[in-house]
C-alpha cells in the first residue's frame, strides 16, 4: 500500500503565498518522479509541476517564475512554494509519484487526495 498526503493548501488574497507539501509512505522501493497537478471547476486536471529524483523540474508556463518545486529524495517529500497567487490558480491541488514497489515491478501512478487552494481577488 502506498499513500501520498498533501497538506498546506488554504484561503489566500490575490498576490499571497501559500507552500503545499506531499509525503509518500507504505511499501516503496524507488520514487521516480513526484509532481504537483490542479483541478479548477469544471476544467481538466493538468500538470502544475514536476520533479524527477535527479532533480529535473518541470513547470506549467502559467505558474513559472511564481511557483517553485523542490523533492527531498530521502524523505519521499515533494514541495510547491506558491507565490504572487492569481484568482485563476484556485483548484484543487493534488500530488503524484511515480514510483515501483519492488525491484522487478513496474513504475506506478499515485495520487493524493487532493487539497484545496483558493485565491480571491
Known amino acids: 500500500q502506498v499513500q501520498l498526503v498533501e497538506s498546506g493548501g488554504g484561503s489566500v488574497q490575490a498576490g499571497g503565498s501559500l507552500r503545499l507539501s506531499c509525503v509518500a509512505s507504505?511499501?516503496?522501493?524507488?520514487?521516480?518522479?513526484m509532481g504537483w497537478y490542479r483541478q479548477a471547476p469544471g476544467k481538466q486536471r493538468e500538470l502544475v509541476a514536476s520533479v524527477t529524483s535527479i532533480g529535473t523540474r518541470t513547470y506549467a508556463d502559467s505558474v513559472k517564475d511564481r511557483f517553485t518545486i523542490s523533492g527531498d529524495n530521502a524523505k519521499n517529500m515533494v514541495s510547491l512554494q506558491m507565490n504572487s497567487l492569481i484568482p485563476e490558480d484556485t483548484a484543487v491541488y493534488y500530488c503524484?509519484?511515480?514510483?515501483?514497489?519492488?525491484?522487478?515491478?513496474?513504475?506506478?501512478?499515485?495520487w493524493g487526495k487532493g487539497t484545496l487552494v483558493t485565491v480571491s481577488s
Open positions: 503524484k509519484a511515480d514510483l515501483k514497489q519492488s525491484w522487478y515491478g513496474g513504475v506506478m501512478d499515485y
Open positions: 507504505g511499501s516503496i522501493y524507488r520514487i521516480g518522479g
